[in-house]
């Protein structure tokens, strides 16, 4: 049975950081990537990384301040967020992906993790 369980989210001012982790079990994946829902919006790709080759992919708005990375022994993928704003206020869900796709769009990822709320303050 596949668990993606995510933690770390919390609320923090404009320009503060905070790191989102996501341990996987069950077992392993193409790749894992971060995606975002804003209320009233749909929701939106952040950031992935290939599993086997750790190559990154971030959305727009994500580049620059957010990195995501792995830790392949604990199974886990991280995502550290800086320069917080408040626009970035989302609940956050990890995603997994079993087979190569296209990264960028969250239809693609196969299971998903509870999500974890990220508020923003101004």
């Known amino acids: 049975q596949v668990q993606l369980v995510e933690s770390g989210g919390g609320l923090v001012q404009a320009g503060g950081s905070l790191r989102l982790s996501c341990a996987a079990s069950g077992r392993t994946f193409y790749a894992m990537g971060w995606q975002r829902q804003a209320p009233g919006k749909e929701r939106e790709f952040v950031a992935a990384i290939n599993w086997s080759l750790g190559s990154t992919y971030y959305a727009d708005s994500a580049k620059g301040r957010f990195t995501i990375s792995r830790d392949s022994a604990k199974n886990t993928v991280y995502l550290q967020m800086n320069s917080l704003k408040p626009e970035d206020t989302a609940v956050y869900y990890c995603?997994?992906?079993?087979?190569?796709?296209?990264?960028?769009?969250?239809?693609?990822?196969?299971?998903w993790g509870q999500g974890t709320q990220v508020t923003v303050s101004s």
């Open positions: 995603a997994a992906a079993r087979l190569p796709s296209i990264l960028t769009m969250p239809s693609k990822y196969d299971y």
